[in-house]
């Protein structure tokens, strides 16, 4: 069973930085392709990040790139979200999901396990 739950969200200023991380306490998340999605106040989640069962290969949404970058530990079986200059439109509550099978893929459809959220509030 794969259970996630995310940690390290916060209020921090434009121009600060957070880490996200997000742990599985399942014995099959190496197996799993694993992405961060956002969902801004009133708006559809939207993709954020994903990373390959390897961690050999990252994608990103491109109003992230440059700023932002994911990692996964599988011995901690966590996979992690860095977000450095942060911006106010990047307020949202942040999610992780894991994909079974597969390459990493930025559609939501394409993943089979979520975590609750972490509220992200970037003040101007």
């Known amino acids: 069973q794969v259970q996630l739950v995310e940690s390290g969200g916060g209020l921090v200023q434009a121009g600060g930085s957070l880490r996200l991380s997000c742990a599985d306490s399942?014995?099959?998340?190496?197996?799993?392709?694993m992405g961060w999605f956002r969902q801004p106040p009133g708006k559809e989640r939207e993709f954020v990040a994903a990373?390959?069962?390897?961690?050999?290969?990252?994608y990103y949404a491109d109003f992230v790139k440059g700023r932002f970058a994911i990692s996964r530990d599988n011995a901690k079986n966590t996979v992690y979200l860095q977000m450095n200059t942060l911006k106010p439109e990047d307020t949202a509550v942040y999610y992780c999901a894991g994909k079974m099978w597969g390459r990493p893929s930025g559609s939501k459809s394409d993943y089979n396990y979520w975590g609750q959220g972490t509220q992200v509030t970037v003040s101007s």
């Open positions: 399942g014995r099959t998340f190496s197996f799993y392709a």
């Open positions: 990373i390959s069962w390897s961690g050999g290969s990252t």
